[in-house]
Structures are given as structure tokens and as C-alpha cells.
């Protein structure tokens, strides 16, 4: 039982360039959200899905795009990498409403 | 939407000693209230929450109040101990949001052997 897995751990991007970061659990778990973290700044919702075949918008979600594959699966995109998105990212799933949030290990990622 | 604020930003406390942490709260639709703990370079990992029809509760020496006149909610944790020293966040999930959870900007503690 692997709980959250999410890759890669690290990745540097020059600006403008893309990539997609993968998230999947194996606790059948129906919500799975993308947040990030930065220094002094909490954790900040980018975007979530409540269920398989939904994906909503969080507080930050401006610069990326969200594909909820399957149950077990949710990617999180940036299409045109921006400085501003040197963050680390971390992928969280949840069995029900408010319940608790499963985090992965967390994405370094730095834009230059 | 919610806003969650959290104070203080850093706490040291001589080990043995108390730690307070505090948060607010805006949105009175908010019905649930988790704290993680997040060690350095590790993940945010649940600790203790509250829902908004309890006034306390305590897990061996972690405890969480919450305030629902007042929108605020409190993290103690008594006889600190070296291993308790890591980024605390509190949070707040509003029953009208679908799934989302909001969290404050953490807080760093420090406990000094």
C-alpha cells in the first residue's frame, strides 16, 4: 500500500517549456486535489476533482491544467513554464467529504 | 471564499514548555477544521482535527479548541519535546465548497532541547 505517489520528485525547466507532473493513489479514494507550497505562503489549492470525470478550479489555478485519467489517477500540466511557478508541488487525495488529506512526498520544481 | 490566517509565524519554546498556535477563520459555513504537522522535507500528515459541533479535543498531548462565535481555532501541545519541532498548518473546509480546504501560512516551531 503505497498510499500517494507522485513523480517526478525533482525537475528544472528553462521558461516556456512543459511538463506534466503524475499523481496516483491506491486508496480508492474519490477526491484528489493539486496544491502548492511556498515559503510563507501555506499550502495553496491550484485545482481539484471531487470525483472521476470532474475537475474544479482552487485559489491558484492560472498558468495549469488538471486531467483527472481515472480513479486512481490525477495530472496536473504546465503548458508554458513562467519563473512564478518555481513552487513545490504536492498531490493530496481524501476518501470523503471533509476527511483527511493524503499527501505525496511532494515535486521540487525550478523554472529559470 | 475562506481566508484562514495563522499566527505566529515562528514559536520557540524551551523543551518541556507549551506551544500555542492560532487561527482564524471568515467563512461561518466552515464545519471542519484539521491541523498537519509537516517535518522539514517531508509530507503534510494529519495530526488532529475538530468538526464544528465539538468545542475540544485532546489526543495524549495534543489539543485543538475552536470558537465558533469568535472564528478561531487553537492548536496546544503540552510537555514539548525535541521531535515536536516542524511547520504546523491549520486548516478549514467549508461545508458549502464541495471538497476544497483552506490553509493558513503554518507556523515553524522550534523546541530547544
Known amino acids: 500500500n503505497a498510499g500517494v505517489t507522485q513523480t517526478p520528485k525533482f525537475q528544472v525547466l528553462k521558461t516556456g517549456q512543459s511538463m506534466t507532473l503524475q499523481c496516483a493513489q491506491d486508496m480508492n479514494h474519490n477526491s484528489m486535489y493539486w496544491y502548492r507550497q511556498d515559503p510563507g505562503m501555506g499550502l495553496r489549492l491550484i485545482y481539484y476533482?471531487?470525483?472521476?470525470?470532474?475537475?474544479d478550479k482552487g485559489e491558484v489555478p492560472n498558468g495549469y491544467n488538471v486531467s483527472r485519467l481515472n480513479k486512481r489517477e490525477f495530472s496536473l500540466r504546465l503548458e508554458s513554464a513562467a519563473p512564478s511557478q518555481t513552487s513545490v508541488y504536492f498531490c493530496?487525495?481524501?476518501?470523503?467529504?471533509?476527511?483527511?488529506?493524503?499527501f505525496g512526498e511532494g515535486s521540487r520544481l525550478t523554472v529559470l | 471564499g475562506e481566508n484562514v490566517e495563522q499566527h505566529p509565524s515562528t514559536l520557540s519554546v524551551q523543551e518541556g514548555d507549551s506551544a500555542v498556535i492560532k487561527c482564524t477563520y471568515s467563512d461561518s459555513a466552515s464545519n471542519y477544521f484539521p491541523w498537519y504537522k509537516q517535518e522539514l522535507g517531508k509530507r503534510p500528515q494529519l495530526i488532529i482535527d475538530i468538526r464544528s459541533n465539538v468545542g475540544e479535543k485532546k489526543d495524549q498531548r495534543i489539543a485543538v479548541t475552536l470558537n465558533k462565535t469568535a472564528k478561531h481555532f487553537s492548536l496546544h501541545i503540552t510537555e514539548t519535546q525535541p521531535e515536536d519541532s516542524a511547520v504546523y498548518f491549520c486548516?478549514?473546509?467549508?461545508?458549502?465548497?464541495?471538497?476544497?480546504?483552506?490553509f493558513g501560512t503554518g507556523t515553524s516551531l522550534t523546541v530547544i532541547p
Open positions: 486548516a478549514a473546509h467549508p461545508s458549502n465548497t464541495g471538497n476544497q480546504f483552506y
Open positions: 493530496a487525495s481524501s476518501g470523503v467529504n471533509t476527511g483527511e488529506l493524503f
Open positions: 476533482s471531487a470525483s472521476e470525470g470532474t475537475t
